[in-house]
């Protein structure tokens, strides 16, 4: 398992769930009026959402050329 998250899938496996995980500060903080929530749940989602495409930014520069033209 821990194999897995130091593949690029695995990494970009833990931003969904962070993205995912972050509906549930965004819920709590709307229904009970509570800014402090949102604010975590909006970082969370942004950060969850704009780490995919870094980590797949990251992951390319490393893979050697022959691989990129591959795939």
Avoid: C, W
């Amino acid at each position: 398992m821990k194999d897995f998250f130091s593949t690029k899938i695995g990494h970009q496996t833990i931003a969904t769930l962070v993205t995912l995980f972050s509906f549930l500060f965004l819920y709590t903080g709307g229904t009970q009026d509570n800014n402090s929530m949102l604010m975590i749940g909006i970082i969370m989602m942004l950060g969850g959402m704009l780490a995919v495409p870094v980590i797949g930014f990251r992951h390319a520069k490393k893979m050697p050329k022959k691989e990129q033209t591959k795939g």
